[in-house]
């Protein structure tokens, strides 16, 4: 899999039925290897290794309504109140990040209400922090620490 701009991190990988699956931490299963779970398994590593956000308020692929449309979030941590601290939106890496990403998870947002966003492809990371009263995100150079 292509090198991503991430720390090195060690994975589980293991064949199944001709397919390469990597070990999700978060899930306790193997998941297919697809280049957008690459990036999602790198930025779950990410959180808990650089930032120190603790596994148990992590949550990935979760089914949301967004104007009446089942729509998934691609990892979602949580505060220990259980309200939503960081909604993050993975892209594989030849996917580039546009306009249009950052309308996809302002939209999720508008339902899910996080204090911070992440959007990444793997090679190029975005975040936000949401300012709610003036309806807007404004960019940060990195996301705090838990």
Known sequence: MQKLNFPAYSFRLKNSKNKVAIFDVIRKKFIILTPEEW???????????EKKYPKSYINIEKLIKVNDTSKRYDIAVFKPNGELFLLIECKAPEISITQDTFDQIARYNLKLK?????VTNGLNHYF???DFENEKYV????????
Request: hydrophobic fraction near 45%; include cysteine; glycine fraction near 0%.
């Open 128 to 130: 936000c922090q949401m």
């Open 114 to 118: 996080s204090e911070y966003l992440m």
């Open 139 to 146: 960019f940060l150079k990195e996301l705090p620490n838990f």
């Open 39 to 49: 990036v999602r398994q790198h930025t779950v590593q990410f959180l808990l290794d």
